[in-house]
């Protein structure tokens, strides 16, 4: 996975001759004498180890360049600025690629110039090698969908000037190390799909953008100072995490993608998150209890807050929404008629009501629900007016039994 523009090959092996290049849409560049630049031993040695634990998969013809009789810095996926490997992209970029299969050999920490390493995904097992931790200058790491397994480094703190680091559907288990929350330059952070256990540890990086630790086995408590007020996209589904969470979200607004799904998370949900520019809103599997009252007009499309212990009267603040869904919980009172009225509008298109201890909903029973849109009211304190297609989930019992409605206080 490269980023583009990060550098253009530089020449070597040959005198360089002063070259201006003039463009009405180019910025100009001059391009500087350089005398017989050969690629440093210890580089030009380390790519040799690399090459030696690394192999393309059938299909795969990454390493057809890869000839140390001519110059690595024309190798694919090897980079270069004067004598040193300043990038390394591992495998075919293009969608679809086989990849490589062997292991990441620790001479790789040899390559002290390195500013982005990534690997495609393919079939690289073993662990991260320790010495990834020498690369001072790295600010790219990515491997991401291929079968790393073991820990990762506690020494990761020290590449101080890393921005990205994507580790994600790999086989890693262990902590999260607490000293990667200390990399003070560190914007995205991606570990999902793995086998992390432990807790999360605070971040202190006021650049973080990005944190993705979602389908992993994370257990514990968020504390409330955790994650810096840049957090743009938070997602920390399918874990093991518990403990309420209304003050760490109260401080993130600069969010636009939260997903807590599949937890333990308990206390309120915070009003105010409704507030926030956020294109999908999905807390739902958790112990969430209370009332939801946003402050004004919902204007997220996805908002998912089934699978809780929710309760009260739902808000006709949600008549804006796209696609709620508020089964299974524990709402009560009559549904909004700004909700039916958007619904039958077709400006709503997801409508999920069923089990919860709802009395009652004002809609014509001949009314007809529009082909886009879908309703299901299933399993309420009433007898639904008009029969829609539900969910399987939802089985088959149009009513909640009367006894139910009846002990239900809300």
Known sequence: MAVTGFREKAPSCHILILLLALSTSLQCRLLTVSVDAILDPLDFLALQSIRKSLDDMPGSNFFSSWDFTSDPCNFAGVY????????????DPRAGSPGLIGRLDPAIGKLSALGELSVVPGRIMGSLPESVSQLKDLRFLAISRNFLTGTIPQSICQLSNLRTL??????LTGPVPPSIGSIPGLSNLVLCHNRLSGPVPPFGSQLLTRLDLSHNQLNGSIQPLSFPPSLQYLSLSWNRLVGPVDTI?????QLNHLDLSANGFTGPIPGRIFGFPIGSLQLQRNSFVGPVQPTDQVAIPTVDLSYNRLSGPISPMF??????YLNNNRFSGEVPGSLVDRLLAAGMETLYLQHNYLTGIEINPTAEIPVSSSLCLQYNCMVPPLQTPCPLKAGNQ???????CNEWRG
Do not use: E
């Not at 270069?80 to 495998?91: E, K, Q």
């Not at 994507?166 to 086989?171: R, T, V």
């Not at 008549?319 to 709620?324: A, C, D, K």
């Not at 149009?398 to 139910?404: E, G, L």
């Open 249 to 253: 979200l109260t401080r993130l607004d």
């Open 398 to 404: 149009k009513t909640r039994p009367t006894a139910q």
């Open 80 to 91: 270069c600025d004067s004598d040193r490997v300043i990038a390394l992209n591992l495998g």
């Open 166 to 171: 994507d580790l994600s559907y790999n086989q």
């Open 319 to 324: 008549s804006t929404v796209q696609n709620l």
